[in-house]
């Protein structure tokens, strides 16, 4: 009686719960699989860890929408508790979220870090990061993670959070150096699991967006579409894992129903199938294809990196097509909501 007079949604105890529940459960047997002699075993274990850092992340975004509980502070409480969970812990709960309500309000992804400028002033990490992404591994967000670890120390606007900045680093920091020490074997797999955590995050991020970013996150700027819903659907494309097997949207808590979220950011995300087919009527043009999903993440992993922008870059209606087909030079990386910078 108390928990589901907490919980917004009369159906967010079920489906909250749940997701909260895969989380402990999958992330804590993962962990303690990793430990195992056998290979099969590290595997699967390896994999539940993964999913178990994707799903918290995932109810990391829930929360900063308010979506699980009807006061913020309760949303914020578990925000907070997930991010450590997804290893997003180091900056704070507030900026991820304010970071996030930038892009819907001002439908632009409104960033402090110029990643583009970075890697125009320094072609060698360019290249080394090219190199490690032919290899599938997500160089281009370890970059933004590592800016994320060093938030305090990095961005001017954040100085003032250096000893909760510190006191994360030195407990993560201190723990995975003990794991590395007792058993480099589970150091490494769960180094692994991170790893794809990112890959599954930015997957599901590189294609929902036709638009570049801006550097003016801690600026008083209005943005020439803020509150333009017609061009904010326009600019925004669906990329479920599949429309045939709807649950299996589940293991990203529905994010690819992101028209649907865009369209009632107040929705949760057992809500948002219903309304993508109120808004598309099932049309399967209206939505990116997972096996061109899976094209465009493969073909543009290092063209993704620097300048992966250029003039005549398709947008709208033409940007969808382009998806659609698989082939085109189309997605970005670094687009988490989980680097609140």
Request: hydrophobic share 45%; charged share 15%; glycine share 6%.
């Amino acid at each position: 009686m108390l928990a589901k007079s907490l919980i917004k949604d009369p159906l967010g105890l079920r489906y909250y719960g749940a997701a909260t529940a895969w989380v402990l459960l999958a992330w804590l047997s993962g962990f303690a699989g990793l430990f195992a002699d056998r290979f099969v075993v590290n595997v699967v274990a390896t994999v539940l860890l993964a999913h178990g850092m994707i799903i918290a992340a995932y109810l990391v975004h829930e929360c900063a929408h308010n979506l699980v509980f009807k006061k913020a502070r309760h949303n914020a409480r578990l925000g907070s508790l997930m991010s450590w969970f997804c290893g997003a812990s180091y900056g704070t709960y507030d900026d991820i979220r304010y970071k996030h309500f930038r892009h819907h309000v001002d439908n632009d992804d409104v960033v402090w870090f110029d990643y583009d400028a970075f890697f125009a002033r320094h072609p060698l990490v360019t290249r080394l990061t090219r190199a490690l992404e032919w290899l599938y591994i997500p160089a281009h967000d370890l970059i933004m993670h590592g800016v994320m670890v060093l938030t305090s120390f990095v961005i001017p606007e954040r100085r003032g959070q250096r000893l909760r900045n510190v006191t994360v680093i030195a407990i993560r920091g201190g723990l995975f150096l003990a794991l590395a020490i007792v058993a480099p074997k589970a150091a490494v797999l769960y180094v692994i699991a991170r790893l794809l955590m990112i890959h599954a995050l930015r997957f599901m991020d590189s294609v929902q967006h036709d638009y570049g970013y801006t550097t003016s996150l801690f600026e008083a700027t209005v943005s020439p579409h803020r509150g333009d819903r017609a061009w904010e659907q326009q600019h925004t494309f669906s990329n479920p894992i599949s429309l045939r097997f709807p649950r299996l949207n589940w293991l990203a808590l529905n994010f690819g129903y992101h028209n649907a979220h865009h369209a009632n950011m107040n929705l949760p995300f057992f809500r948002l199938p219903a309304l993508h087919r109120e808004l598309t009527r099932d049309d399967p043009t209206r939505v990116i294809p997972f096996t061109a999903q899976l094209s465009l993440y493969h073909r543009n992993r290092l063209r993704r990196v620097h300048g992966a922008q250029p003039v005549g870059y398709p947008q709208g209606e033409a940007y969808l097509e382009a998806a659609r087909s698989g082939r085109a030079a189309v997605g970005g990386n670094a687009a988490s909501f989980l680097t609140s910078f």
